[in-house]
């Protein structure tokens, strides 16, 4: 039931936050006055909200990853707790803080509950309006499900099919605030992520004009993302098939402006859904470099090292130029590449290497000069793996997925890495992270727990 002080008490700007999220999205635009959605615009328009977070991802998995290096000027700048999930401390928050890593997929799922809790008490005045409404619904579910995706890949430990009954996160299906949830199990947290995407399926549109509303495409994709994570390959394999038969165009990147001074577009072609990882201080800075270990795994004819990176003001290192967003905000949506890439890991795993090698081929024809790109061969499964690997490293690079990839590979000994940070490199200082490190799953803001006790994740 939607009340006002749920309302009131969770999001005092909730009519703003609507306005403002129509700005570039949306062709027509909520009243201010919207205050409690009551009707089915006010409810697409919680939806449409981008401020809200609707669109926002997550940037902790990319500051704990190995895709960027922090300069020593910036490591000077950023906050206690950036410093600390950068080195993998083992106290990461202030005692009675918070972080936006875990409140904003809650926010988002808050919002997804405010439309379905509304839709519930909702009366129909036509045909039309329950169409709509159904739409409206699998279209929240999405949402919710994407939420709570986003906070249990970073706040629990890496999924193990031999124990999926360990701890996940609280799964929250109610918009009303004052309801106290404990964590559920992997097993339980996955169940209702899945149960939210496959109830769309028959009830989205098969794809939107412009990626920033759920659609079967979308569903299909981020249901393969989510059985990767699980290990469940037969299952990614289905659904990356199912995206990829929606549509599977690829850029071709000989056909991109090389004097843009970005190098994608908005909603290119490879587009199925939208979203950023929420900005901060880190991922704008002149002192925040790729990884050059990263950069030696692209041959000269690779277009992506022209595409993906530029030279910085510090001699010898490399800064982000492109992004699927079209600017300077890092894309975490999902796109057709991803996808590919699922699609031949799964395909790997299942023996149908020479299909997992033929979408391999086809995804490097689209990111080498013309006529530079030698085919890969027939491989071992092993052989292919790693392949794998680094074309996920290669062309996946800044879009939140290296975090999770490495959760997974770390339980595989021959994929398995462990990460290193130099703290100063006049005293050879190092941080370490093994692959067996329960630090993979972060820690849960102290002031999450003091409001609603819960076991806290070990370091």
């Given at each position: 039931?939607?009340t006002?002080?749920n309302i009131?008490?969770f999001?005092g700007?909730i009519?703003?936050a609507?306005?403002?999220g129509?700005n570039?999205?949306?062709?027509e ?7 409690i ?5 006010d ?6 909200a981008?401020?809200s ?6 940037s902790?998995g990319l500051l ?17 707790s950036q410093?600390a999930?950068?080195?993998?401390e083992?106290e990461?928050f202030v005692?009675g ?13 808050f919002?997804a509950?405010v439309?379905?809790d509304?839709l519930?008490d ?5 045909a039309?309006e329950?169409?709509?409404m159904?739409v409206?619904?699998?279209?929240a ?10 906070v249990?890949?970073l706040y629990s430990?890496?999924?193990d099919?031999?124990n ?5 996160v609280p799964v ?6 004052n309801v106290?949830?404990d964590?559920?199990t992997?097993?339980?947290v996955y169940?209702q992520?899945?149960?939210?995407l496959?109830s769309?399926l028959?009830?989205?549109?098969v794809k939107e ?9 979308a569903?299909?994709?981020l249901?393969?993302?989510v059985?990767l994570?699980m290990k469940?390959?037969?299952n990614t394999?289905?659904h ?5 038969e ?11 402006d090389?004097?843009s001074?970005?190098s994608f577009e908005l909603?290119n072609?490879?587009?199925?859904f ?7 201080r880190v991922?704008?800075n002149a ?7 990263l ?8 277009l992506r090292l022209e ?7 510090t001699e010898?290192?490399?800064t982000?130029r ?9 894309f975490?949506?999902?796109?057709v590449?991803?996808?590919m890439l699922?699609m031949a890991?799964?395909a790997?795993r299942?023996?149908k ?6 979408l391999l081929?086809?995804l490097?024809?689209n990111?080498?000069?013309t006529?530079s ?6 491989m071992?499964e092993?052989?292919l793996?790693?392949?794998?690997v680094?074309?996920?490293r ?8 290296r975090?999770?990839d490495l ?13 290193s940070?130099?703290?100063?490199p006049e005293r050879e200082e ?12 972060l820690?849960?803001p ?6 609603n ?7």
């Amino acid at each position: 039931m939607i009340t006002i002080k749920n309302i009131n008490s969770f999001l005092g700007f909730i009519c703003l936050a609507c306005l403002w999220g129509c700005n570039g999205f949306l062709d027509e635009k909520p009243s201010i006055s919207l205050a409690i959605p009551q009707t089915l615009d006010d409810f697409q328009a919680l939806l449409d909200a981008e401020p809200s977070g609707m669109y926002r991802s997550p940037s902790v998995g990319l500051l704990s990853a190995d895709d960027l290096v922090l300069g020593n000027a910036l490591l000077q700048q950023v906050s206690f707790s950036q410093r600390a999930t950068y080195f993998w401390e083992d106290e990461v928050f202030v005692d009675g803080t918070s972080d936006v890593s875990w409140s904003a997929p809650y926010t988002k799922i808050f919002y997804a509950n405010v439309v379905l809790d509304g839709l519930a008490d909702y009366t129909p005045a036509s045909a039309e309006e329950t169409e709509r409404m159904a739409v409206l619904e699998a279209s929240a579910k999405f949402f919710r499900a994407m939420g709570h995706f986003e906070v249990l890949e970073l706040y629990s430990q890496p999924y193990d099919q031999g124990n999926p009954d360990q701890l996940g996160v609280p799964v929250r299906l109610t918009s009303d605030i004052n309801v106290k949830k404990d964590r559920a199990t992997q097993r339980e947290v996955y169940e209702q992520i899945i149960e939210d995407l496959k109830s769309g399926l028959e009830i989205l549109p098969v794809k939107e004009d412009r990626p920033v509303r759920p659609s079967v495409w979308a569903s299909e994709a981020l249901l393969s993302k989510v059985y990767l994570t699980m290990k469940d390959y037969e299952n990614t394999y289905l659904h990356a098939k199912n995206a990829l038969e929606i549509d599977d165009t690829l850029m071709d990147y000989n056909s991109l402006d090389p004097s843009s001074n970005y190098s994608f577009e908005l909603f290119n072609t490879e587009v199925i859904f939208y979203r950023q990882i929420s900005s901060s201080r880190v991922e704008t800075n002149a002192n925040t470099f790729v990884n050059p270990d990263l950069l030696t795994l692209y041959d000269s004819a690779d277009l992506r090292l022209e595409y993906f990176f530029k030279p910085s003001r510090t001699e010898g290192m490399f800064t982000v130029r492109g992004r699927y967003t079209g600017d300077f905000y890092y894309f975490s949506g999902l796109a057709v590449d991803e996808v590919m890439l699922d699609m031949a890991e799964a395909a790997a795993r299942l023996g149908k290497t020479g299909e997992s090698v033929e979408l391999l081929n086809r995804l490097n024809e689209n990111r080498y000069r013309t006529g530079s790109f030698i085919p890969l061969g027939e491989m071992k499964e092993s052989e292919l793996m790693k392949q794998i690997v680094e074309e996920r490293r290669k062309e996946l690079f800044c879009r939140g997925v290296r975090w999770s990839d490495l959760r997974r590979y770390n339980s595989y000994p021959d994929l398995a890495v462990t990460l290193s940070r130099e703290y100063n490199p006049e005293r050879e200082e190092i941080a370490m992270l093994p692959p067996d490190s329960p630090k993979y799953a972060l820690p849960i803001p102290p002031l999450e727990i003091q409001y609603n006790p819960m076991v806290q994740n070990p370091r």
